[in-house]
């Protein structure tokens, strides 16, 4: 191979594993390797690459879908790559490379096991609650505690539930710019002292708001047990081992349902999740719209960290 066409070759090759090298290319492509030893080898160190990087990506994908490690890098494929076959007569040349003095190693990533156990939220679609929510405080397990909040059916309003007959209905509070509703759950059973993460998620409709309404998803997590916050009537805050909250943003004027999602890493050993839900105060302008919560769901993630292995094919 020729110093001058090295770079014209690297070229060559990128444009055959990236798919993007026309007939005539891969032609030349194919005729050179048959007689230049030197190609054959920087072709190989190529396919290497190709086949170590798509082993990666499959193994980032699945961590990223967990949503564990969302802070992390996420590993892309460099330069298009992806395995392109060549013709039976090159192929043969490169089993020929294979299966002579060439070693080939690299580095193949075990993709995770991924652990999803559901939450079992207390009625989650607000299809049981048939009463106005009791006060936030004291605070009373398996139940939804809240504000002055109620439920109402499909047939008390022009909106339409998310999924099934009712939704829960948000009241603003007198004397504070929000209301909310929230739940205690126990996962004592669910989270073991491997990395895991909470992912929580409601739907939420405003209607007849000519301002841009804002709502709250909130999680708090706790090494205590549920019973030990059951019928408090403290602020929970110097107790919170982790907590997160994320706001959901509804246009003005929005005739549709929004959905928001919130994960949150949990310490190990963690026992209780509280999750609420609140929603801000609109401005005066919006003062007589309604804003309206549906479908909670809530999972338990477990990712078991991914391995590395070595993979080895060389002469035998």
Same mark, same amino acid.
């Given at each position: 191979?020729?110093?001058?066409?090295?770079?014209?070759?690297?070229?060559?090759?990128?444009?055959?594993?990236?798919?993007?090298?026309?007939?005539?290319?891969?032609?030349?492509?194919?005729?050179?390797?048959?007689?230049?030893?030197?190609?054959?080898?920087?072709?190989?160190?190529?396919?290497?690459? /190709?086949?170590?990087?798509?082993? @990666? $990506?499959?193994? !980032?994908?699945?961590?990223?879908? &967990?949503?564990? #490690?969302? =802070?992390?890098?996420?590993?892309?494929?460099?330069?298009?790559?992806?395995?392109?076959?060549?013709?039976?007569?090159?192929?043969?040349?490169?089993?020929?490379?294979?299966?002579?003095?060439?070693?080939?190693?690299?580095?193949?990533?075990?993709?995770?096991?991924?652990?999803?156990?559901?939450?079992?939220?207390?009625?989650?679609?607000?299809?049981?609650?048939?009463?106005?929510?009791?006060?936030?405080?004291?605070?009373?397990?398996?139940?939804?505690?809240?504000?002055?909040?109620?439920?109402?059916?499909?047939?008390?309003?022009?909106?339409?539930?998310?999924?099934?007959?009712?939704?829960?209905?948000?009241?603003?509070?007198?004397?504070?710019?929000?209301?909310?509703?929230?739940?205690?759950? /126990?996962?004592?059973?669910?989270? @073991? $002292?491997?990395? !895991?993460?909470?992912?929580?998620? &409601?739907?939420? #409709?405003? =209607?007849?708001?000519?301002?841009?309404?804002?709502?709250?998803?909130?999680?708090?997590?706790?090494?205590?047990?549920?019973?030990?916050?059951?019928?408090?009537?403290?602020?929970?805050?110097?107790?919170?081992?982790?907590?997160?909250?994320?706001?959901?943003?509804?246009?003005?004027?929005?005739?549709?349902?929004?959905?928001?999602?919130?994960?949150?890493?949990?310490?190990?050993?963690?026992?209780?999740?509280?999750?609420?839900?609140?929603?801000?105060?609109?401005?005066?302008?919006?003062?007589?719209?309604?804003?309206?919560?549906?479908?909670?769901?809530?999972?338990?993630?477990?990712?078991?960290?991914?391995?590395?292995?070595?993979?080895?094919?060389?002469?035998?």
């Amino acid at each position: 191979m020729k110093n001058e066409n090295i770079d014209e070759w690297h070229d060559l090759i990128q444009k055959h594993f990236a798919g993007i090298a026309t007939p005539e290319e891969s032609a030349e492509l194919e005729q050179a390797l048959e007689c230049d030893g030197e190609l054959r080898t920087l072709y190989l160190d190529y396919a290497n690459l /190709d086949m170590a990087l798509e082993s @990666s $990506a499959k193994a !980032a994908s699945a961590l990223q879908e &967990a949503q564990l #490690f969302s =802070d992390r890098p996420t590993i892309h494929k460099s330069n298009g790559f992806s395995w392109r076959p060549l013709t039976t007569a090159a192929a043969g040349i490169m089993i020929g490379i294979l299966t002579s003095s060439v070693v080939w190693a690299y580095a193949v990533p075990k993709i995770p096991d991924v652990t999803r156990i559901k939450v079992s939220l207390v009625d989650p679609g607000f299809e049981e609650t048939s009463t106005s929510v009791p006060a936030v405080i004291p605070r009373t397990l398996n139940r939804w505690n809240g504000d002055a909040s109620h439920t109402i059916s499909s047939g008390d309003s022009a909106v339409e539930p998310k999924q099934g007959r009712f939704m829960m209905k948000m009241q603003p509070v007198e004397d504070r710019p929000y209301s909310r509703i929230e739940q205690i759950v /126990d996962v004592s059973h669910l989270v @073991s $002292a491997e990395d !895991a993460a909470v992912e929580f998620s &409601a739907s939420f #409709f405003c =209607d007849g708001a000519v301002n841009q309404s804002r709502m709250l998803l909130v999680l708090r997590a706790f090494t205590a047990g549920a019973d030990e916050i059951s019928g408090s009537t403290e602020k929970l805050d110097d107790q919170v081992t982790s907590a997160a909250r994320k706001p959901v943003l509804i246009p003005a004027g929005s005739t549709d349902w929004h959905i928001g999602k919130l994960r949150m890493d949990l310490p190990a050993n963690t026992k209780t999740i509280v999750f609420s839900v609140a929603a801000v105060d609109l401005p005066k302008a919006s003062a007589g719209s309604s804003r309206y919560i549906d479908d909670m769901k809530a999972t338990i993630v477990t990712v078991h960290p991914a391995q590395r292995q070595n993979s080895t094919v060389e002469k035998r």
